[in-house]
């Protein structure tokens, strides 16, 4: 290797250069098919050690090159590689973190997997690494599912150049898996295989929770029934609140189960939170839904949240409330007369759902129209999803029916800006928006 070419004090230094800047790497596997299984390596830069470039006063840029190569012995069997860059004022480079992914296509084999680090303004930065890699196979037949990701990050897209797109998302990872003072919530990927396969007499729930000390914290459990369908891959993302937990190791928990809450699969995900902030874990929202937990913050979000379920006359109560307690007073009547505890618990189930499925770069799942009318109406009957084209705006068309298959309610929204914010312009639902002349929109320049 290139070390032992080097002076020894030279050759040390390069090791601990390396052990300091290549430390946070995360490797985690996904389905292709029988034959051959995606691994991604995903590593966490500190900025603070990586080299600039003056570009212009005040101004630095980092250009840099990562490379994994897998090896059986000395046979190379792939090499992939991604370049990135970052353009930083001197306060910003001193600080933060730069992710870079790299995605090897493998058969399910052990091999030798060497990354390399290289700057493309300076001859004088690589940095190389290795470790043993043992490839998983995934079942045709049998229901499976992926390794987790943990991330901070994740919204829809199209743009699958980008090294983090998968799916129909982009998935930011946090490598270090490490969330420091600042962030509010964790961010989980997962994929689940072949759940046409389940039975079909059978009843499943996909669940999830998290774990401290080898117990499961009250109050982070997510159940929600998982039929069986077609669809070759089915995409798990879920948004943690973690500003309140205390500083310590945690463990992200999914699982497919049945009725019965035995397992079929499961995988778990650790992450550390440092919160010097918090002392103590927040108390655990009892059975009697008693809400004097809730702080102001939390009851500002569960006011946004639970928008689509209140009346005009509980709009009204509830913005002429100034103090805390008489918030915590309200949502502890909000729910009781809606069922409670388990009827809070569903409520926050479909939450996470519309989070997973309509958040956009800048909004939460349910502080969208679609997420707002998910969690109002339910999910729709059907779906009529129009991409966009140079005369069109994407679209789509919600339908909903009654028991008898007649048409109950009809929502159109329209992605005027083609970046993945579809906004509500006409329903035949009573009191929401009214436009039937909405096709003249679809042609309308992006705002």
């Not at 969330?179 to 964790?186: E, K, P, R, S």
């Not at 995409?235 to 500083?247: D, M, Q, T, Y």
């Not at 140079?390 to 929502?411: C, G, K, V």
């Amino acid at each position: 290797m290139l070390l032992l070419c080097l002076p020894l004090p030279l050759a040390w230094a390069q090791v601990q250069r390396s052990a300091e800047i290549l430390s946070a790497i995360d490797v985690v596997q996904f389905r292709v098919d029988t034959a051959q299984t995606a691994v991604e390596f995903a590593i966490a830069l500190p900025k603070a050690k990586l080299p600039y470039d003056e570009v212009a006063a005040e101004l630095y840029r980092t250009q840099l090159e990562l490379s994994v190569a897998a090896f059986q012995g000395e046979k190379l069997v792939q090499k992939n590689a991604v370049k990135a860059s970052a353009i930083d004022s001197a306060s910003m480079r001193g600080s933060g973190q730069l992710i870079m992914l790299v995605r090897l296509i493998l058969p399910p084999e052990k091999y030798r997997a060497v990354l390399t680090l290289k700057s493309l303004g300076r001859k004088d930065f690589q940095l190389e690494t290795e470790r043993p890699l043992t490839v998983r196979a995934f079942s045709e037949t049998q229901p499976t599912m992926s390794d987790i990701c943990v991330g901070a990050q994740a919204f829809r897209s199209t743009m699958k150049k980008s090294m983090f797109y998968k799916n129909g998302y982009e998935f930011v990872p946090n490598p270090s898996a490490l969330f420091g003072t600042g962030f509010d919530t964790a961010v989980f990927y997962a994929e689940f295989y072949n759940l046409n396969h389940l039975p079909k007499d059978g009843k499943f729930f996909q669940r999830s929770f998290l774990m401290r000390s080898g117990q499961m914290l009250a109050g982070t459990e997510r159940l929600y029934a998982r039929e069986p369908t077609s669809e070759t891959v089915v995409v798990f993302i879920e948004r943690v609140p973690i500003g309140k937990l205390a500083s310590g190791g945690y463990e992200f928990h999914l699982q497919l189960v049945d009725s019965a809450m035995k397992p079929v699969l499961a995988q778990s995900k650790k992450f550390f939170i440092f919160n010097p902030t918090v002392k103590v874990n927040a108390p655990a929202v009892t059975s009697d839904e008693n809400f004097s937990w809730l702080t102001e913050e939390e009851a500002k979000e569960m006011r946004t949240q639970v928008t689509a379920l209140m009346t005009p006359e509980e709009i009204k109560v509830y913005d002429t409330l100034r103090t805390l307690r008489d918030k915590q007073q309200f949502f502890q009547q909000f729910w009781a007369v809606r069922g409670g505890a388990s009827a809070r618990r569903e409520f926050m189930n479909k939450v996470a759902e519309a989070d997973r499925l309509y958040a956009s770069r800048v909004r939460r799942g349910y502080e969208t129209d679609r997420g707002r009318v998910f969690l109002k109406y339910g999910k729709p009957t059907q779906v009529e999803s129009v991409a966009g084209s140079q005369q069109s705006r994407p679209y789509e068309i919600w339908t909903y029916l009654n028991s008898e298959n007649q048409i109950e309610a009809i929502f159109v929204f329209i992605d005027r800006g083609s970046f993945g914010s579809y906004e509500l312009v006409h329903s035949t639902a009573p009191g929401e928006p009214q436009n039937p002349n909405w096709r003249t929109f679809l042609a309308q320049p992006a705002r």
